[in-house]
């Protein structure tokens, strides 16, 4: 299933945006339920989420990686998210394009659910999929405007 | 995890266990109070067949815990009526052949009064309207339509013969 | 008493079930019973690299965890039951957890027991499984291709069986005067009963008897199974069903689970008792059909059909299930011609295994899928043509006189008279009439389609020499004892097994009639091992024809005996007593008589019985048939389609079915009602759907389309009667008739009506928006998806 978000971030600079995004503590407030969010390596955490929205709810152990950085255009994010309701495997393009409004971040994701997500979730993960990651991105703004 | 007691009334005795917060109504009535004629057909509350009355209202008890029903009055199918002496419900399930396993069919007989109490002389239509929050697998539901119209006959003599000798 | 059979009589189990007062698995409680759950695979297709079961073993109330290597050894793998011979079938070992790779979303991983029933939900949530994952192989036609990725690493090209029956050379069809070709998705479905599946176990180690409550259609075909599978004797494994919620063929398989739970109670000596969930049985419960149809059709400009040539390519999922692969061979390739004369028919079948949930039989098992691609060629074929669809299926039918007529592929049909239920519904229908009035609403731009299915069905299982040359692993006889108690009250034990049918009505009509005792004295025992010596179960509509035949031939036994002690006691010859309506009396003589509650207790009295007669008055008879029984009719719909919003009305529905002698009227509507459901179902609304990835997307009923009450119209039953000679009741299969006609008769409304959008074929399930996309492009978008 691919999954496509746009956020405009606006009146911020795209150097802004790159940095807060990538800044450990702005992740762990912006995260949905994020309880531990640790880094193992360079650009490669463990956290744990709690997502609780419509049928999909519970807690999820996900090991996150950033790669292939080109800052501050683009970078790869890859999230491996397990939980009771079943796995999350996302493997997500996001772009940072600078414009008169502001940056314009697009996240373009495949991802890949099993279990019960999968099996009585399908309807809805789209839908759920949209409201986590644009509350993500809003949660971030707020940061950029703080650094800003 | 702790246990807490409820208490209510059902099928006009009172009743009490103690359970875990988590517990479901249906499983309250199934296991802890040992009245099986309520049934569980699905995790999603789609299929009615654990519907049973709570104060009044025809509720599918998988979609409360046991707990929020502490004081309240339940009627379950072994509430309605024994062998020797049917509720109409039953009776016209029973004349109008409106079940076959049988699995469903005290969710159904359930929903369809609380359908009969807001609606006195359904179409068919109506009631195949009305019984949206349930599903047979057996039947195809003609004769559960049937059996619907033909117990609000019944049940609508009852009264009449009530009525009079009072 | 008599008049019995044939009389619309209210069902005699139905007190006890309209007060709560039945009997099913999860209303089992034994003292010590435990809960067991099953983790299965979230993954369609992985290496099981470990298993962390530390944290679950610390769960309070944990008592075992058990994996696929804990077990290795110590159950035997679950086979199939159904081997068809000449198809080269590779039958892939199937073990009752999964021991290093899993190969489909729903195959067990882990068995855990523990005190509570919400207690041991908790602990699957601490296992952790290590997983690697490899790639998928989900549809069943990319699956056969080179390099598609191994179910099983041995099973070439994935084909787990290759079948062939008739032959129809090239020229048959390269040379006829018209040739329709079209390919067909039978698309998958659940059987789905309301009752998921369940088993309870309980162990004595005193006497080492094995007792396992189960969801079986078959409990005798789930002990010879599970005997073998658990290593335990026959005489001390007793299966029982208790009343069963539904079945509609999914509770035939004999599945790894009941084989867990009978071997969890046997290890821990307590009994164990697992109660599926409903998303649960979506996954890992046997689903139906999942088969593609090509077909080619060929005959005469004007309207002969000369031969049809059909491969089908079925997906059997992971692992052949116990009767999965007799369903798109056996049950559907021999009767491929329908109720056509059709002189020359050919069908090859693939089964392929991918990595999706085992499909077995679901309500016709088969048949309707055959009965689906022979009445949508032949209304395709009256297009081509221009021939009224009707007057196609008149001239092509087997004719009345020719009965019994042999099939193309060489099966013989009992008895039959397509016309008569034919007609019966034109005139139900008021065909003329309607026709005039769909080009009517076709000029003011309303879009009505009329459907015809003039089906034909092989049930009624049957003959077990055919069984055995078909390759069915058992018989398919039946047995039926009627033991007559010191009161001339009956108890009646039989082999079927009836979960919703109503066989203890039927079945007392039956007796009813040929004892001449009141319906009330008659009391049955089904479905316990331990009482029921043997028998084959309930399900390819055999119960009456094959389970009542074998209770007439019971009674006429008890008949035969009674009399002789009647004879006795008039003193006179057995020549002399006629049996007539419960009361045995010398022909010519009135007041020489007795009844039948007096023979009944002189029998067991035996005070003075005739020389060489035994004691009681107890008859079995096991009945094996010359011949399956091929029930036929005519269902007809009429469907409206919304131009503006693709939604199909169902403006009227017809069914006149021919089952041979009806002997409970009510019953019978109930079974066709039912069977015209699951049919329509199919047709319009449901559909197990896979994501590319082999996940399953149609997990609950949610997302499963489970059709509802007001999504049907009134259907419209009526009865002909055409006698099978092949039992003594004449009696014919009812349970799948609905099912095996409605797929059809719906499809052919639907394309019907869509005809002047230049529309041929559409793929089910009939989506709204499915057909709203058809319309929007004018018949562009024809079978799509």
Known sequence: ?148 | MEEVNVTVTINGKKRSAKVEPRMLLTHFIRDSLSLTGTHIGCDTSQCGSCSVMVDGHVVKSCTLLAVQVDGSEIITVEGLGTVQNLHPMQKAFWEEHGLQCGYCTPGVMMAAIGLLQENLEPSDEEIREGLEGVICRCTGYQFIVSAVKHAAALMAEEKQVVGEGR | MAGKVGARIKRKEDPRLLTGNGYFSDDIQLPGMLHAAILRSPHAHALIKSINIEKALEAPGVVAIYTGKDLEGKIGRIPSSWLIPGSNLKEAPQYPLAIDRVRYVGDGVVLVIAEDRYGVRDVLDLIEVDYEFLPVSVRQKEAMQENAPLVHDDIENNIAFHWKAGEVPDEEIEEAEVVVRESFNVQRVAPSPIETRAAIGQYNPGNGELTLWCTSQNPHIHRMVLSEVLDISEAKLRVIAPDIGGGFGGKIGVYPDEALIGYAARDLKQPVKWIEERNEHFSAANHGRDEIIDVELAGTRDGKLTAIRVKNTANMGAYLSTFGPGVPTIDFGLMITGAYDIPKAACETFGVYTNTTSTDAYRGAGKPESTYQIERMIDLFAREIGMDPVELRRKNFAKKEDFPFTNAQGLVYDSGDYEKPLNKALEILDYKKLREEQEALRNEGKLVGIGFSTYVELCGFGPSAVAGAIGFQGGVWENATIRVHPSGKVTVFSGTSPHGQGHNTTFSQVVSDKLGIPLEDIEFVFSDTKAVSMGWGTYGSRSVAVGGGAISIAADRIIEKAKKIAAHELETSVEDIEFEDGVFKISGVPGMERKFVDIAKSANYAWNLPEGVEPALEAQAFFDPENFVYPFGTHIVVAEVDKDTGQIELKRYIAVDDVGRVINPLTSEGQVHGGIAQGVGQAMWEGIVYSDQGQLLSGSFMDYTMPKARFFPTIETAFTETLSPVNQLGAKGIGETGTTASIAAVMNAVVDALQPYGVTDVEMPLTPEKIWNIIQTGGENDDTI
């Open chain 1, 1 to 148: 299933m691919q999954i496509e978000h746009v956020y405009t971030f606006k009146g911020i600079p795209r150097n802004i945006v790159w940095e807060t995004i990538q800044d450990k503590e702005v992740l762990q407030k912006a995260l949905p339920g994020c309880k531990v969010f640790e880094e193992v390596e360079e650009n490669k955490y463990h956290s744990v989420l709690g997502i609780n929205i419509g049928p999909i709810k519970g807690e999820f152990t996900a090991d996150v990686q950033q790669l292939d950085m080109e800052e501050p255009e683009a970078y790869r994010l890859l999230v491996k998210a397990k939980g009771k309701p079943g796995e999350i495997d996302a493997d997500a393009a996001m772009q940072f394009e600078e414009t008169a409004e502001g940056t314009v971040l697009t996240c373009i994701a495949e991802v890949q659910i099993t279990g019960l997500l999968a099996s009585i979730g399908q309807r809805v993960i789209g839908g759920v999929a949209k409201v986590v990651i644009g509350q993500f991105f809003k949660d971030v703004d707020k940061e950029t405007k703080k650094a800003a």
